[in-house]
Structures are given as structure tokens and as C-alpha cells.
């Protein structure tokens, strides 16, 4: 299900009508568990004013109408935003994140909250309090994390378009598991505003579709700088789609040869390397670039995420709008019996790491040192774009880990990341599209870009989409 088509229906019905469909799949496909909530009296009020705004001839927009989920670590006011987890169970936002504000004020109706791991960690799904996504691709294995819920509301055709956010990977790798399309923007795009934080200087909002092409309008409304979020760019918000439909022909990209080496299934390099063979035939130039200090991205990443997490989870303390302990007799037994209940293994586990690196005997040991690791990443990704317009890599080191492996086996869920996380530590953009499978089973091909270079690999992503 792609915009276009999704358009088509309300012209030949309504935006209601639209709407109620979406609330109707939600329901055949509730065992899922992609949404934890639905926005049913808000959404229907919306497709009721863009159903009079596009009878009168004056939509908004061409998302005016169009039926959207939002990943629930993005506050909606009037609606619960729990971070799928018990500590926020009952909270209600008294606003709206400024990335939602703008797709509404462009005639988005958001018709649901999806399921995520909790606080946005893990990268496979399944540390939700309210129960593990399930893959509609393969039921079997994971749908990827942390933005599970909203790539599965996609992939399942629920919705045309979704939210997430990406920290490490987290809208990148779901794209990857369930066969559709996601993008992380470049740092400071969207507005963080109204996203409840895991890693400040890590996190970004973007997108999932069916197309490469729909994530174009998505991009439009809702980048740009917000007087809310002093770490949004400047830079004014690009046409979106000004490469799609241009074709790959001339086009360098490179091929990081750390990438293609140890640790990446044979199969899926195989599937991965037959999809780079058919651009080249378009005209494509294929070149091998190096980034030599990316053995390094794991390691810098798990430390400065956990670092970062410790300090902006500490305002969930039992006081104010959280989870409060009923056993507690007095201040302290209120901040870590409520804490202690309220959050999962896998928070608290990054929390105490978080601790740990940010204690003094260790800050300038790892905290320190990984922050000059993320600099020399940096500097690498600019040596390597110096000879190339975008860089191809794997997703995933191999298809989605089957289900109840990450809770078993954490360095897998932690090895998962290998290819994801240094665009965040570089804050790069980065696009996520299926390039084949593997028994039915999706494999996917990621594409970087350079800082703010989105349009290129929305053109680059279309261009390889629309090959036979």
C-alpha cells in the first residue's frame, strides 16, 4: 500500500471511510501487537475536517487525509505516550512533539501509538512492557527494535506511512526485517521536541513507507528548525524529491571494504552484491572506499548511548508522572522501589552501564576516549564521501535473529547494530530499502549519505526501486 494509492481511495470515498478501514486491519491484525493504542474519536475528527477541506476543493496537502502512525515515544496530547514501558503506563502528554504538530498541520490523521522496545532500546523488539512485535514477514523471528511497531503498522498495510525514531538503528533495522523502507535524517532535520529522549545527541525522528518516493512529502512538512529544539538546523528544509525519477547513471558508491569483510552472512552478502551488480549496469560507478576506525562504533556507541541514557532517565523517579511503588515508606524507598518496578532489565541494565562510564574513576577512561572514537568516525566518513555521492552497506549482518535469541543471547542483539550505529555517531542520514530475500525472509540494503544530502538517496533508493 503506497501513498498514491492511499489517496485514491478517499477521492473514490473519504478520509473517514479511510480511517475506519485502518481502525479495521488494526483490529484482523491485532496478535501483531504493532500498536499499543488507537486515536480513534481524535483521527476521526481530522478525516472529518480534511473530508470538508477536500470537498471545497483546499486540501492542505497531499498527506491531507492520509491515515498515519506514530511510534509511542512521541508525545500527542490528549493521548497516552508510555515508551512501552510500566514507569509511563498511565501518562497522558498535555502536548504534541513538534515532527507530529507539523504532518497534522499538514492533514495527516494519526489513527495509532505503536509498540517499541522499551525507552527505545533493544534492536529487536521484544523488551516492551506491554509484549513483543511480531513480524508479519517471518512470525517466527523479530521485526527489529526499537521502532518494531511502526515498521510492522507499515508492513502489514495498516498504514501507508509511520514514525519512528533512530538512535542506532532503530528505524533502519525494522525497515530491514519486515521488507520495507525507512530513513533516518540527518541530525538536527527534525525537531526532537515532544520524543522522550534515550540518547540526545543520538536520536532522530524519520520515517517508514511501502516506497521510496512517499518518504519524500513526509520529509517536507516535517524538517525544518524549531525554536523548541535549539539542536535543529538552520538549513532550510530541501525539496525532498528533487532526485527522484533522475536515474542512477554517473552516480559513485562506495563500498566501505570493512563492511563486505567478517561478520556479514555469506548469503546476504551474495543478495546484497547482485542488487549493487544491476545499478552498476544502469551506469552506476562502483568504488571501495575505507573507513578504517568503524571496528571502533560498537564499542564508542555502548558507551555514550548508555551515558547519555542514564542522565535523561533520571527524571522518572516516582514523584511527578510516573509509576509510583505502593510499597514504598519514605522518600528513597519512592525513587528506587519505583524505579525498580517501573523500568525492564534491559533499561536498567544500559542505565547502569550509563552510570558506570560516567562515574569519575572511568568518565576519562570511556566516556572521553568514545567521544574521540565518534570524532575519527566522523572524519573517516568524510575522507570516504571525498571520492563518492553515497555509501551502499549491509542493514544487518544477517536476517533477523529468531525470536526469544536477543533475550538469551544480548551480544547478538548488540552485534545486530554493527552496520547502523556509526551514521548516528556521525550523524548522517541513512536509508533502508529490501534489495531481496532469502527464503522468502527480506534482506536489506542500506544506503549514507552525506550531512543533509537526503534528496540523494530518496533519487538514489527510487532509482534502484524501480529496476526490473
Known amino acids: 500500500m503506497n501513498l498514491e494509492q492511499v489517496r485514491k481511495d478517499i477521492e473514490n470515498s473519504s478520509a473517514v471511510a479511510v480511517a475506519g478501514q485502518a481502525f479495521d486491519k488494526i483490529e484482523k491484525t491485532k496478535e501483531l501487537n504493532a500498536y499499543l493504542s488507537v486515536c480513534k474519536e481524535r483521527a476521526l475528527k481530522q478525516a472529518q475536517a480534511a473530508d470538508e477541506r477536500l470537498k471545497n476543493g483546499k486540501p492542505l496537502s497531499v498527506l491531507d487525509g492520509i491515515p498515519i502512525a506514530v511510534k509511542d515515544n512521541m508525545c500527542i496530547e490528549g493521548t497516552k505516550t508510555t515508551c512501552a514501558s510500566k514507569i509511563l503506563e498511565n501518562f497522558v502528554s498535555p502536548y504534541t512533539a513538534t515532527a507530529v ?137 530541501a525539496n525532498f524529491g528533487e532526485h527522484i525519477g533522475k536515474g542512477i547513471k554517473g552516480k559513485v558508491i562506495g563500498l566501505p571494504k570493512e563492511y563486505y569483510a567478517d561478520g556479514l552472512d555469506s548469503k546476504c552478502k551474495e543478495v546484497i552484491e547482485a542488487a549493487l551488480g544491476k545499478l552498476e549496469k544502469e551506469g552506476a560507478i562502483l568504488k ?61 541494565l544500559r542505565i547502569l552501564l550509563g552510570n558506570y562510564v560516567l562515574s569519575s574513576g572511568f568518565y576519562d577512561a570511556y566516556y572521553v576516549q568514545a567521544q574521540k572514537v565518534r570524532r575519527i568516525i566522523t572524519e573517516d566518513f568524510n575522507k570516504a564521501f571525498s571520492v563518492c555521492d553515497v555509501i551502499a552497506s549491509p542493514a544487518m549482518p544477517g536476517l533477523p535473529q529468531l525470536l526469544g535469541v536477543c533475550e538469551d543471547d544480548h551480544l547478538s542483539m548488540v552485534l545486530s547494530d554493527l552496520y547502523t550505529v556509526s551514521v548516528n555517531l556521525a550523524n548522517l542520514p541513512g536509508l533502508v530499502q529490501p534489495c531481496g530475500n532469502l527464503d522468502g525472509i527480506p534482506v536489506g540494503l542500506q544506503w549514507i549519505g552525506k550531512p543533509f544530502d537526503e534528496a540523494s538517496l530518496l533519487g538514489i533508493g527510487d532509482a534502484f526501486e524501480k529496476l526490473p
Do not use: W
Not at 517499541?116 to 508479519?136: C, L, Q, R
Not at 521536541?193 to 513507507?209: E, N, P
Not at 522518572?316 to 528513597?332: P, Q, V, W
Open 288 to 348: 571501495e572506499v575505507s573507513l578504517p576506525s568503524i571496528r571502533y562504533a560498537i564499542e564508542s556507541y555502548y558507551i555514550l548511548a548508555p551515558a547519555e541514557a542514564s542522565s535523561n532517565l533520571s527524571r522518572f523517579d516516582g514523584i511527578r508522572y510516573t509509576h509510583r511503588s505502593k510499597e514504598a515508606k519514605n522518600l528513597m524507598d519512592t525513587f528506587s522501589m519505583s524505579r525498580g518496578e517501573g523500568f525492564g532489565s534491559e533499561v536498567k
Open 101 to 237: 504538530a507539523k504532518l497534522e498541520a499538514a492533514g495527516a490523521v494519526v489513527i495509532g501509538k505503536t509498540n517499541m522496545d522499551e525507552f527505545a532500546m533493544g534492536s529487536s523488539n521484544e523488551t516492551s512492557y506491554f509484549g513483543k512485535v511480531i513480524n508479519p514477514c517471518a512470525k517466527d523471528r523479530v521485526p527489529g527494535g526499537s521502532s518494531g511497531g511502526s515498521a510492522v503498522a507499515v508492513a502489514s498495510e495498516t498504514v501507508a506511512l509511520a514514525l519512528g525514531s533512530d538512535t542506532g538503528g532503530s528505524i533502519r533495522q525494522p525497515a530491514a526485517c519486515t521488507g520495507t523502507v525507512g530513513i533516518k535524517p540527518t541530525y538536527g532535520r527534525v525537531s526532537r521536541y515532544g520524543l522522550v529522549a534515550y540518547a540526545s545527541s543520538l536520536d532522530q525522528i524519520g520515517a517508514f513507507s511501502s516506497s521510496v518516493k512517499d518518504l519524500a512529502p513526509v520529509l517536507d512538512f516535517m524538517c525544518g528548525q524549531d525554536p523548541n529544539d535549539n539542536t535543529t538546523s538552520a538549513k532550510p528544509a
